[in-house]
């Protein structure tokens, strides 16, 4: 079930390789640190960089920011006793309340048109740990990237196999109800740029 979990979650990750000044015309949306980015520093915020004005009240509902192993531990408890193909809407609510539960504490900030936000977590991200960036599929569709446009790396695509179309009932399953969330993924390192102390240890 834990090696299904991981498979199901990699499935969901969008790579935006982006440059954090700057939005490529052909994408809606660019994430700072990018998916796979090593060694990030343990007080480091999270930028997105948006195409056009967006509205903050759905994106801060639709972000979490949590260790991978907190989002295996969910998928894992959704799926336990049932298949992603019978994941009802109740279910559904359930899952984004345990995202919101474990999801790190933090400050929004955003540019004057609305097309940059800052989050900058309220404590340290834990050392050489693996996170997981969560965009919901609301904050998805407000913006134009529906599942399907293109913004997946060949090799996820790939991966992704029959669970594009909802066949087996994956987690981007039209099925499933997560068509069109968005995951990025980044390992932290063991430095801090921040030597003021205003952060707090994570856990």
Request: hydrophobic share 35%; net charge negative; aromatic share 4%.
């Amino acid at each position: 079930m834990k090696t299904l979990c991981a498979i199901l979650t990699t499935a969901l990750v969008l790579i935006l390789g982006c440059n954090r000044e700057e939005v490529r015309s052909d994408e809606p949306l660019a994430v700072m640190p990018f998916e796979g980015a090593t060694s990030i520093k343990r007080d480091a915020n999270i930028t997105l960089t948006f195409d056009k004005p967006v509205n903050p009240a759905t994106l801060e509902k639709n972000f979490h920011l949590m260790t991978y192993q907190d989002m295996e531990m969910i998928l894992d408890s959704m799926m336990s006793g049932t298949s992603m193909m019978t994941m009802d809407s109740c279910r559904m609510d359930s899952m984004m309340t345990m995202m919101d539960s474990v999801s790190m504490m933090g400050k929004f900030t955003w540019n004057q048109n609305n097309t940059e936000c800052v989050f900058d977590p309220d404590s340290l991200m834990m050392t050489n740990r693996e996170y997981t960036v969560h965009l919901g599929r609301e904050m998805m569709q407000s913006i134009g990237m529906n599942h399907g446009d293109g913004m997946m790396s060949d090799d996820n695509e790939n991966m992704m196999g029959g669970m594009m179309d909802g066949t087996t009932g994956g987690m981007m399953g039209n099925e499933s109800g997560m068509d069109g969330d968005m995951m990025i993924r980044f390992t932290t390192g063991d430095a801090v740029e921040d030597d003021s102390g205003d952060h707090d240890s994570h856990h």
